[in-house]
Each structure stands twice: as structure tokens, then as C-alpha cells.
């Protein structure tokens, strides 16, 4: 008469037959899977939840490929937000960013260098009025040439009227190649060293406004909250 197995006994004794090494390894990797199994149990599926062109909200296990960079928060079997992934920046957003990093490090490269090379707004003011002076002597060697080149080309205009095409004389000369020429280059100097004038008065305003800005910024870092 033979007697029925019990459950389980033929893969019991299947296990029993399996050398002593193999079966430690055997016994590691099903303890490792269970747990795994486990974990997962207690963890659940995660859910994405997303928001398409028209506003409407969309809730799945994957997201698809037309929002694939649009942002998406991650949700727990419970509903629960456990996270999101942010939507991809296009070139002018990255762009965008790439400038408002390069203003924050400037501003802390300038306020680095105030306060490590300023003691006091007084210092500030100091070195100011030294920059505008400098300005100020150059303006006023830059307008006493341009009164003299003035002066110069008066006196070359006035030669020219003796020759064609300025003269009214039917028997006027015409003009010398030199006095052409030099009245040419004198008229050019005088353009060129009003612009450098009208320049160097831009220039000092923002000379200026800067190290206005710069008292004010070292005040503000003085005063601040350590």
C-alpha cells in the first residue's frame, strides 16, 4: 500500500538532495527576493498625474510621449503627492537662466570687491572725486584744443574764400592742393575731438551713477545681518 505525499514533501526532499553550498545560496537568494517582494507590497505603483494643453488632468502608471517634458508629479497608491519631475526649459527659458546666473555672480563679485577694498563710503567718495577730476582736466584740455583747431579753421576758411569755388571773381584762382587739404583735415580733427568731448561727458556721468550705486551697495552690506 502506498501512502500519499504530503504537500510540498517531493520538493522538500528534491531541496535535501542539493549540495550543502548551493543550497546556502539557494536559501540567500530566496530570502532576498521575498523581501524584495515585500518591500514592493508595502511601497505600491506609482502613479503620474500630469495637466494636457486644455487644462485637464490625466492620471496613469506611464505618461505619454506628447508630455513626456511637460512637468508631472509622482503619486503613492494612497494619492498621496511623493514627488514631481520638473518640465523641460526651452532655449530662451535655459537662456533666461544662464543670464540671471551670470548677474548673481557679478553681484557677488562686486560685493566682494567692496568690501575688501573699501573701509568706509568715505573711501568711496574719495576715489570718486579723484575719477572726476581726471575727467575734468581732460575736458577742459580736449575744449581748449577744440578752440584752438576752431580758431585754426577760421583763419583757413576765411583763405579759402580768396579761391574757387568760395570766390565770386571771375578771375579767382583755384584753390591750392595744400590749403584743400588742410582745411579737409582741421574740419575732421575739430568733428572728431567734439565727439570725444560729448563722449568723455557721457563717460562721466556714469562714472557717477556708478559709484553712486556703489555707496549706496557698500551701505547696505554694512548694515545687513551678519
Not at 83 to 101: C, I, M, N, W
Request: charged share 25%; proline share 4%; hydrophobic share 40%.
Amino acid at each position: 500500500m502506498r501512502l500519499a505525499s504530503a504537500p510540498g514533501s517531493v520538493k522538500i526532499a528534491a531541496i535535501m538532495r542539493i549540495p550543502h553550498r548551493a543550497l546556502v545560496s539557494f536559501l540567500v537568494l530566496a530570502c532576498a527576493a521575498g523581501a524584495a517582494s515585500a518591500q514592493n507590497s508595502d511601497k505600491g505603483g506609482v502613479v503620474y498625474r500630469w495637466v494636457d494643453e486644455h487644462g485637464v488632468v490625466h492620471y496613469g502608471d506611464s505618461v505619454p510621449p506628447k508630455y513626456a517634458r511637460d512637468r508631472r508629479e509622482l503619486l503613492n497608491s494612497q494619492g498621496v503627492e511623493i514627488g514631481h519631475v520638473d518640465a523641460e526649459k526651452t532655449p530662451a527659458q535655459l537662456a533666461a537662466q544662464a543670464r540671471a546666473r551670470a548677474r548673481r555672480l557679478a553681484r557677488k563679485q562686486r560685493d566682494y570687491f567692496l568690501l575688501s577694498t573699501y573701509a568706509s563710503v568715505k573711501d568711496i567718495k574719495s576715489l570718486r572725486d579723484e575719477r572726476l577730476s581726471q575727467l575734468q582736466a581732460q575736458q577742459t584740455a580736449a575744449q581748449q584744443y577744440v578752440e584752438s583747431l576752431q580758431s585754426h579753421l577760421t583763419s583757413l576758411e576765411s583763405r579759402a574764400q580768396q579761391y574757387k569755388p568760395y570766390s565770386a571773381r571771375p578771375d579767382a584762382a583755384r584753390m591750392p592742393d595744400d590749403l584743400a587739404e588742410e582745411l579737409v583735415q582741421t574740419a575732421s580733427e575739430v568733428r572728431l575731438q567734439n565727439e570725444a568731448i560729448q563722449a568723455r561727458a557721457q563717460q562721466e556721468a556714469q562714472v557717477r551713477t556708478q559709484f553712486q550705486s556703489d555707496i549706496e551697495r557698500f551701505e547696505q552690506l554694512k548694515t545687513a545681518p551678519p
